[in-house]
């Protein structure tokens, strides 16, 4: 019996030593924070930031199903903004490319930005339908005879908004999670960009979507500063992204301090070269 109580009463002092090590570091780390610049100090997501978060990473990873009658809806709806009046001629039509769509079927250019592509292209037509009219028909500005075309410039952007959010891939860092049983990324944003669009995110469940009309009227008045042709649309849709980027990276506080920090011009009448 004497052994078994000096076997419980015995101390770790090496675990004690350990825990204790532990709550001087951690109790350390905490005080130094408050003296570090706002960009040095560990960034923490809320409860309710990584809920939304990671709600929008999984909504993301939606690809376009054309079995899907809500997606096929959302095409047809597309169309009628793109086309209005026209009557619908299904997912196979030569009238996409005017669009600008790669093929007659735009179901094929959506492998790229998934179904998210779609749903941004639509937003932007039913919330800012003088954006989306300006964009299409590239009434706004001096413009070249070689244009971008439109709706795979939306997709591209929606892929290097992605990126640049840290919504996908690899810069989602942390340990996987699963919302309605699909596996996203999740972890706190590392780059100054992806945290400034978090604070939006708190404001409007349709943040990334608001972005993404911004971001494109940052790239229409990029491509016309550069009077760019076709082959620059690369270098155009980088500038743009960077640019997207500096402005979420000041923290705006509302989608119209952001418009404010891209500068985005006012529209002006269209002339062509």
């Known amino acids: 019996m004497a052994l078994v109580l000096r076997s419980v009463n015995r101390i770790d002092w090496e675990e004690l030593w350990r825990v204790i090590c532990s709550n001087v570091w951690a109790t350390l780390s905490s005080c130094l924070e408050a003296f570090l610049p706002a960009s040095l ?4 997501l809320s409860t309710a930031e990584a809920a939304q978060l990671a709600a929008l990473r999984a909504r993301l990873q939606v690809q376009f199903d054309p079995d899907n009658p809500q997606h096929e809806e959302a095409l047809q709806r597309l169309w009628g903004h793109a086309f209005p009046g026209a009557p619908w001629e299904g997912p196979r039509s030569q009238r996409w490319r005017d ?4 093929r007659d079927d735009p179901r094929s250019d959506f492998r790229g930005g998934g179904f998210a592509s779609l749903q941004n292209h639509l937003f932007m037509a039913e919330a800012a339908p003088a954006l989306f009219a300006a964009l299409l028909h590239k009434s706004v500005g001096e413009r070249s005879e070689w244009e971008y075309p439109f709706a795979v410039a939306g997709v591209n952007l929606t892929f290097a908004l992605e990126e640049l959010l ?6 989602a860092g942390g340990a996987a999670a699963a919302v309605a049983g699909v596996p996203v990324p999740a972890g706190a944003p590392r780059g100054a960009a992806a945290r400034g669009f978090v604070g939006l995110l708190q404001s409007s469940d349709t943040a990334f979507e608001e972005v993404y009309c911004c971001a494109f009227a940052a790239l229409d008045a990029e491509w016309l500063a550069r009077r760019a042709g076709y082959m620059e649309f690369n270098a155009v849709l980088k500038a743009a992204t960077a640019r997207v980027g500096e402005a979420l990276a000041a923290a705006p506080a509302s989608m119209k301090e952001l418009q404010r920090l891209l500068g985005l011009p006012e529209p002006q009448p269209s002339r062509k070269s």
């Open 41 to 44: 100090r560990p960034y923490r």
């Open 166 to 171: 840290e919504l996908r891939g690899r810069r």
């Open 99 to 102: 669009m600008g769509w790669q």
